[in-house]
């Protein structure tokens, strides 16, 4: 929860890929708020003084999950909604702010965002999402610790790159410090 909200402030990309790792964690746990408490959240905590907040979070996170029938796969709304407004941003740095420095990088990382798009279940998503994806993918084999080639580290590094930039132009827009008319 405290975490969430830091990186919610603080950089957009390293939140979807948080939540995205926590809605996995209340699917692995089967949605008992209680396994989840015990062997997820108090171990990570310093002190019983978060329990009560974090019951709440869970909690609030269970029932909109349920609610929202994303029990097997999918994303709760407030981050499918954080998604549409980052893949809106894309499009506006690529076509209206023409910011070359992120055509670059969205053009160095796209054959690498096709590729994975072609090797997973993505086919009808955007390549920001995909990137994502992607992202969420290579943070998984890490936590198995399976080996990842250093081409696909490559990939992931041009991904990785372009989800950065593209993080704090969205924390400027959020703020009201971007230019949108003078890049």
């Known amino acids: 929860m405290l975490i969430a909200q830091q990186k919610l402030k603080e950089n957009i990309a390293e939140y979807i890929l948080y939540m995205y790792q926590i809605e996995d964690v209340i699917r692995a746990y089967q949605f008992d708020l209680d396994l989840i408490l015990e062997n997820y959240v ?7 003084s978060f329990l009560s907040s974090y019951t709440k979070w869970y909690t609030n996170l269970i029932n909109n999950m349920k609610s929202q029938k994303i029990e097997k796969s999918g994303h709760l709304y407030e981050i499918n909604e954080v998604m549409i407004e980052i ?5 506006t740095l690529l076509n209206i702010v023409k910011d070359e420095k992120y055509k670059t990088l969205f053009e160095s990382s796209l054959p690498n965002i096709e590729d994975f798009k072609e090797k997973s279940n993505l086919k009808d998503k955007n390549p920001i999402e995909i990137a994502f994806h992607a992202l969420y993918m290579k943070l998984l084999l890490r936590l198995q610790k399976k080996e990842i080639s250093a081409e ?3 990939a992931f590094d041009t991904m990785r790159v372009l989800l950065a930039y593209i993080a704090r132009a969205y924390n400027q827009m959020k703020n009201g410090s ?3 008319v003078n890049n």
Do not use: I, V, W
């Not at 893949?87 to 499009?91: I, K, N, R």
């Open 152 to 154: 696909s580290e490559e």
């Open 178 to 180: 971007m230019d949108f």
């Open 42 to 48: 108090k171990p990570q905590l310093p002190d019983n």
């Open 87 to 91: 893949s809106y941003l894309h499009t």
